[in-house]
């Protein structure tokens, strides 16, 4: 089977630097957890790309990044956390909403997201405060807004595509890729010509991962006249960092008078993990040593 991979590179005496992804099984499993409709799939799928592509580039294997979209459609907040090595995952809101096809025939991404809306980004690099970057969506379509984001938040314009090829009748994802171009520091005019001259070609990465090809020998076609050169490759994953140990400080968070009241009146809790669905159950045990736990760490009732 094709495993999902990340490559970094390169271009133009490296003059850009690029990340690509094939993360079909990611968006599968995506899909598969969260039962995802067909809009939802290619909405989620594209966000769970780019933020595994972002999450691949930071520095330090402790950084993690963030990415909410908050639009005005039906999806509500479509939420992403990436993690060292291009480990995702992510929900939606409102994962099993569809929508009909537009005139074209495609998936309504833009209507699912809605505008207005707003992208934001947080990065964690482990310093006393993360760095939160936002700008406004300027199509629903993901890709176009990550590149606005890059451009506006974070002054660095950007090459953004992100594409989910799924099956009409069964939504069965065929195939997902992206790819990000970003100029390196004093990149000059003639290699962002060169790479503008293929950037209509990009779109077929999407088809041609669909039809079984790998990621490194398409980049290699489609980067032919750009000098590519490959410095590092990653096997991302769709993948939850979920544990019973953060649940319990989650609770342990709400407050002794809280946690009172859970175990006067219901004697127990069950907590279930937005991002993979496992469900936790604390019994009334377990709720009273958190309590013990919550009063010897100094908690209010506030």
Do not use: W
């Not at 907040?77 to 099993?96: E, M, T």
């Amino acid at each position: 089977m094709k495993r999902d991979e990340i490559l970094h590179g390169m271009l133009c005496d490296r003059a850009l630097r690029f990340a690509a992804i094939d993360g079909t099984q990611l968006v599968r499993d995506a899909q598969k957890t969260h039962s995802l409709s067909r809009v939802a799939t290619a909405a989620l799928g594209r966000q769970l790309m780019m933020t595994s592509v972002i999450a691949s580039l930071c520095k330090n294997t402790t950084d993690t990044v963030s990415t909410v979209i908050a639009g005005s459609g039906p999806a509500g907040n479509l939420v992403c956390v990436g993690r060292n090595g291009g480990l995702v995952k992510g929900y939606a809101s409102n994962p099993g909403t569809e929508l009909p096809l537009r005139e074209d025939g495609k998936l309504d991404v833009r209507g699912y997201v809605g505008l207005p809306g707003k992208l934001t980004v947080i990065r964690d690099l482990g310093l006393k405060e993360p760095y939160v970057g936002m700008s406004n969506l300027i199509s629903g379509e993901i890709a176009e807004d990550f590149a606005q984001y890059f451009t506006a938040s974070e002054q660095q314009p950007s090459i953004v595509y992100l594409g989910v090829r799924e099956n009409a009748a069964d939504g069965y994802v065929k195939g997902a890729g992206g790819l990000l171009i970003q100029a390196m520091p004093n990149c000059p005019d003639e290699a962002i010509d060169r790479v503008m001259d293929v950037a209509e070609q990009i779109p077929s990465l999407g088809v041609r991962l669909a039809e079984g090809e790998t990621l490194e020998p398409i980049l290699k076609d489609l980067f032919s006249t750009l000098d590519a050169d490959f410095t590092n490759r990653m096997t991302p994953a769709f993948s939850c960092d979920c544990s019973r140990e953060r649940l319990e400080r989650a609770l342990i968070s709400i407050g002794r008078k809280e946690l009172e009241e859970l175990i006067e009146q219901d004697g127990k809790a069950e907590l279930t993990c937005q991002f993979c669905g496992k469900a936790y159950q604390f019994d009334r045990a377990s709720l009273e040593a958190l309590l013990i736990e919550a009063t010897d760490n100094g908690g209010t009732d506030e």
